[in-house]
């Protein structure tokens, strides 16, 4: 059974992390989950059953002034659990909690991929005059975020 769970500070080191095949495909393993939950940097789990299966990270700081925006720094799913609608799913949380602080855009730098690009592209995030660097989802405007 899929759950999605948002991730706590004593989630760090957790034993279901340690050996998981996501956990290698993060950038610096466990030390990645670690760091960003020390940091209190909000993370989305989305586990299959107990096995940890995709896990989206976004920075708790916002970004920049009128607009301010949570940057997400990485979205990752374990190759079978892609293109079923699980990324637009944790983006919807991640939307939840920037909406909840009343910021009103995600941010992001998808890495240079036609997957990364194509799933930033579906989900409405636009290059903007505010960031060079960064693609912006507007929340005003979800449209992107719903399946379909």
């Known amino acids: 059974m899929l759950r999605f769970r948002?991730?706590?500070?004593?989630?760090?080191?957790?034993?279901?992390?340690?050996?998981?095949?996501?956990?290698?495909?993060?950038?610096?393993?466990?030390?990645?989950?670690?760091?960003?939950?020390?940091?209190g940097d909000i993370l989305f789990a989305l586990f299959d059953d107990e096995r940890p299966v995709g896990l989206l990270t976004m920075n708790a700081e916002p970004l920049g002034e009128k607009p301010c925006c949570l940057i997400i720094e990485q979205i990752i799913l374990l190759p079978e659990y892609r293109?079923?609608?699980?990324?637009?799913?944790?983006?919807?949380?991640?939307?939840?909690?920037?909406?909840?602080?009343?910021?009103?855009?995600?941010?992001?730098?998808p890495p240079q991929t036609p997957e990364a690009e194509g799933f930033a592209k579906a989900i409405h995030m636009k290059q903007t005059d505010w960031f060079d660097d960064l693609l912006l989802l507007d929340l005003s405007d979800v449209e992107g975020l719903r399946h379909g």
Not at 17 to 38: K, V
Not at 83 to 96: C, P, Q
């Open 6 to 39: 948002k991730l706590r500070a004593d989630d760090a080191g957790a034993p279901v992390w340690q050996d998981a095949p996501l956990t290698g495909l993060l950038p610096d393993g466990l030390d990645h989950i670690n760091t960003h939950l020390m940091r």
């Open 83 to 109: 293109r079923h609608g699980l990324g637009r799913m944790l983006m919807t949380l991640a939307a939840g909690e920037a909406v909840e602080r009343k910021i009103w855009f995600l941010g992001g730098r």
